[in-house]
């Protein structure tokens, strides 16, 4: 029987994650929640056992960690997509190839996933990630160039904390 590994970073400059891996890659990160909410997500999601294994995901967490500190400017950690529908995995497979520091509008996304009527469907894609910060749909803004929706964390203010973390938001 496949598993999903999920485990938190404990205390970083932005918040406390939790954090669920497949033996294929990263499938989650979710802000503040307890334990069992988080274990709860999961077993919506999931059909597969579900562990709470510290070890399992200790290099996820360092590299988060690392990002939390600014020491860490690309994450270099194996995603599983598979639970992705196919539009989604192109708008995010392209935000998550945006630079550190960068930024997109949503419409810019659609032009490069072949979509150039789809700014609202990236739009979607990206308010449902389900992988903030190693997928950065924090670095993804509206056609005027301000910031237009993040469901994680406190919202609007944690895209901007993780935009200023990497100097791509000047106040």
């Known amino acids: 029987m496949k598993a999903i590994y999920f485990s938190n970073t404990g205390e970083t400059a932005i ?34 056992r579900l562990i709470f294994a510290p070890e399992k995901l200790d290099e996820i967490v360092r590299q988060l960690r690392e990002y939390a500190e600014g020491r860490r400017k690309q994450f270099d950690l194996s995603i599983d997509w598979s639970g992705m529908r196919e539009f989604q995995q192109k708008a995010l497979r392209a935000t998550f190839a945006i630079p550190y520091g960068q930024t997109r509008t949503y419409q810019e996304i659609a032009l490069e996933i072949g979509s150039p009527r789809g700014a609202r469907a990236v739009g979607r894609a990206e308010a449902t990630n389900p992988i903030p910060v190693v997928i950065p749909c924090h670095r993804v803004v509206g056609a005027d160039h301000k910031l237009h929706g993040y469901g994680a964390g406190e919202g609007l203010d944690t895209k901007a904390k993780l935009l200023r973390l990497e100097g791509a938001l000047i106040e």
């Open 15 to 48: 918040g406390d994650l939790w954090l669920a891996a497949s033996e294929n890659g990263l499938v989650a990160i979710e802000f503040p929640s307890t334990q069992a909410e988080f274990a709860a997500l999961l077993a919506k999601k999931y059909s597969e």
